[in-house]
Nanobody, 124 residues
Framework: QVQLVESGGGLVQPGESLTLSCTASGNIGAVYVMGWYRQAPGKEREFVSKITDVTKDGTTYYADSVQGRFTISRDKAKNTVFLQMNSLKPEDTAVYYC???????????????WGQGTQVTVSS
């Protein structure tokens, strides 16, 4: 079964750092895009960052609100992406969801997957 597994959330103080990871596992072919979205209480889910062509060179994209503070990277061999979050602010508090656009050999289809979400809380 192809799935996304996230880890790394937690409670930190403003200005501190946290790293999230997401691994795509199962009978996977090409991974076209992997990235992160977040949803704060009472708000819609929003884009945070993504990396394209995960198994090749990769191009990164960031929301304006995290540009310069967050860095997305990947481990091509393990189909894993990381989100290094520095200088965290209270407004970064949200549930962070991993997202992937990949080829699933179990279904022989290209699919969009979501992880289960991991809570990030920034508070003093």
């Amino acid at each position: 079964q192809v799935q996304l597994v996230e880890s790394g959330g937690g409670l930190v103080q403003p200005g501190e750092s946290l790293t999230l990871s997401c691994t795509a596992s199962g009978n996977i072919g090409a991974v076209y895009v992997m990235g992160w979205y977040r949803q704060a209480p009472g708000k819609e889910r929003e884009f945070v960052s993504k990396i394209t062509d995960v198994t090749k060179d990769g191009t990164t994209y960031y929301a304006d609100s995290v540009q310069g503070r967050f860095t997305i990277s990947r481990d091509k061999a393990k189909n894993t992406v990381f989100l290094q979050m520095n200088s965290l602010k209270p407004e970064d508090t949200a549930v962070y969801y991993c997202n992937a656009d990949l080829y699933d050999y179990d279904t022989y289809a290209r699919r969009i997957l979501w992880g289960q979400g991991t809570q990030v809380t920034v508070s003093s």
